[in-house]
């Protein structure tokens, strides 16, 4: 079971965020296998696990990567070099089971199981003592080229991951009473 109260597990949510800038440090190799077993073991609809996570870790590699990543005219991205090391979701196909339902109820099941093992690897990046940045903004097919994934795949998001140099942020959220409600919208 687990040795974290639900406090501290607020405390470690309240305290994980966009980060946009890395110390130039390795990733130990036993910390980086417990973010992907925590991504490996995230729930999915009908344990479908419609996910493979890439490791992007080889430096000539991880900054191409990266140059795909941003949009320097836009000023999008341009941290992404930085980070020592990117994972790169892609998104596989759910049992034909989750399909099906995903079909039925117009819901693509396929990723919100990809968002719920995304934050799973955040939050364990936090415990780690590791930052994250979730990407969206990227030239998928570069990435696709470049890592050899199959055109019938999507390269859904690519996660920066490294050791955090800017200091904690306090959120910015909309107040509780905007987005809570009891028994009713």
Same mark, same amino acid.
């Given at each position: 079971m687990a040795n974290i109260t639900g406090k501290e597990m607020l405390e470690m949510i309240i305290s994980r965020q966009s980060e946009r800038s890395y110390y130039d440090r390795e990733i130990e190799k036993d910390k980086l296998e417990r973010i992907l077993e925590a991504g490996r073991m995230s729930p999915s609809a009908c344990n479908s696990q419609p996910w493979k996570f890439i490791v992007v870790n080889e430096p000539v590699l991880k900054n191409k990567i990266a140059v795909a990543?941003?949009?320097?005219?836009?000023?999008?991205? #341009?941290?992404? !070099?930085?980070?020592?090391?990117?994972?790169?979701?892609?998104?596989? %196909?759910? %049992?034909?089971?989750?399909?099906?339902?995903?079909?039925? %109820? !117009? %819901?693509?099941?396929?990723?919100?199981?990809? =968002?719920?093992?995304?934050?799973?690897? /955040?939050?364990?990046?936090?415990?780690? =003592?590791? =930052?994250? /940045? #979730?990407?969206?903004?990227?030239n998928e097919r570069k990435v696709k080229e470049l890592l050899g994934v199959p055109e019938s795949k999507r390269a859904e998001l690519i996660i920066t991951l490294g050791y955090p140099s800017n200091p904690y942020r306090p959120k910015r959220r909309k107040n509780a009473e905007e987005v809570i409600s009891y028994n009713g919208y």
């Open positions: 990543a941003s949009a320097r005219e836009l000023g999008f991205n #341009i941290f992404v !070099d930085q980070a020592p090391v990117l994972l790169v979701v892609v998104r596989e %196909k759910g %049992k034909v089971i989750s399909r099906v339902g995903g079909t039925l %109820k !117009d %819901k693509d099941y396929s990723l919100i199981d990809i =968002g719920i093992a995304v934050e799973n690897i /955040c939050l364990q990046s936090v415990a780690e =003592g590791l =930052g994250t /940045c #979730i990407i969206g903004w990227f």
